[in-house]
């Protein structure tokens, strides 16, 4: 791996219009800079990828329903972006590190999470959602843009290892104006860093729309840092796919590499947000017509490979996913209040000594009452 200072080329691709290989009616397109990621993608390869977002989307409506019956504080529907996210970690390879937000419940699905792991710390349950080193995945981050700087500070260690992984990240639109992520693309770029950002532009960093974030593409700012860019349709999975392995090709090779995939969020932002209060329903229309699922479903059956037998098995496999996940998070036994002063330090102190009395006090109001 390349670990030299020199001037790398930055070109920014796809910036007029996202690159696609399958347009929204589930046709093929043409498109010679995707065609040589994509060439040997199998019509079964392409029935996996579609089973993993119909999987996806059902995980998603049920973490809705869980957080909407109180058994989880919050849920990040994803709900959309099931090309975006599939589409990437399909791409992955088994030791690279993803760094996510806390969106990214599809690449939870590929990287192997059990039932739980989806809905642990949205519970508020006790230690991380998962084990990180068993799916090669940090913990989902909250901090707007703060994993940039960790999946940089990793690439950095993956260099001085002389390992050819490639850590990966996660981040929306909104993000891309924090300076953590405009300072994790200096350093990426200054370092050679073996990274991939990938930006899932959802149109909607809450209640701000994209264009507030950015007049122009968010994948032409990459080349400003040094690093290559490619603006991709988000909601074709098979153009996701093919841009993140080219793009995981260049980090290999020692360059950082930046993904814009333009997608569209079409739920809330968190189900605390209520969308309908500033969102224009003919937007979400126009959205629907680009559905992710839908044009998967549209190819394979033109092509002949997808049949209602295996729709039946697919939509059979969601709804399996979707009982293993709530037969999990109704099973967690949270743990009582005062034990979250538990195993913070190796000896006794007498500092949370005070704050757990302070908090047990507090408890007591609510008995009370």
């Known amino acids: 791996m390349s670990t030299h200072l020199d001037p790398i080329t930055v070109p920014a691709v ?3 219009q996202p690159l696609s290989l399958i347009d929204p009616r589930g046709r093929r397109v043409h498109e010679p800079r995707l065609e040589p990621y994509a060439a040997d993608v199998t019509s079964a390869q392409l029935l996996d990828l579609l089973r993993d977002m119909i999987v996806l989307r059902r995980i998603d409506a049920e973490g809705i329903a869980l957080q909407r019956q ?14 975006a996210q599939i589409g990437s970690a399909r791409a992955f390879r088994a030791d690279d590190i993803v760094f996510p937000s ?10 192997g999470a059990q039932p739980g792991d989806y809905v642990r710390a949205w519970r508020g349950e006790e230690g991380a959602a998962f084990d990180p080193w068993v799916m090669h995945m940090a913990p989902l981050q909250i901090i707007i843009g703060a994993q940039t700087l960790h999946a940089v500070g990793y690439a950095l260690g993956i260099m001085h290892d002389r390992s050819d992984q490639v850590a990966i990240t996660y981040f929306g639109d909104g993000a891309s104006s924090q300076g953590d992520v405009n300072e994790a693309m200096v350093f990426a770029a200054s370092y050679h860093a073996p990274v991939v950002f990938i930006c899932q532009n959802n149109h909607w960093a809450i209640s701000e729309p994209v264009a507030v974030q950015s007049q122009h593409p968010i994948a032409g700012r990459a080349p400003g840092f040094g690093i290559p860019s490619m603006r991709v349709d988000g909601n074709d999975v098979l153009a996701v796919h093919a841009a993140t392995r080219w793009a995981l090709e260049q980090a290999r090779n020692g360059s950082p590499v930046f993904l814009e995939l333009v997608t569209y969020r079409m739920g809330p932002h968190t189900t605390a947000d209520d969308p309908t209060r500033y969102r224009d329903p003919a937007e979400l229309e126009y959205w629907r017509g680009k559905d992710p699922i839908a044009r998967v479903e549209a190819l394979l059956r033109a092509e002949g490979v997808l049949s209602d037998e295996i ?23 949270t743990r009582e209040p005062l034990a979250v002063f538990d195993g913070v330090y190796a000896e006794p102190h007498t500092g949370l000594a005070e704050e757990r009395a302070d908090y047990a006090r507090y408890l007591s109001t609510f008995a009370e009452a």
């Open 14 to 16: 796809g910036l007029d």
């Open 70 to 83: 109180g058994q989880v504080g919050l849920w990040a529907p994803c709900n959309g972006q099931e090309a």
């Open 102 to 111: 806390y969106r990214e419940t599809g690449v939870l699905l590929v990287r």
């Open 311 to 333: 729709s039946a098995e697919f939509a059979a496999a969601a709804d399996e996913a979707a009982m293993q996940l709530r037969a999990a998070c109704l099973a967690m036994v």
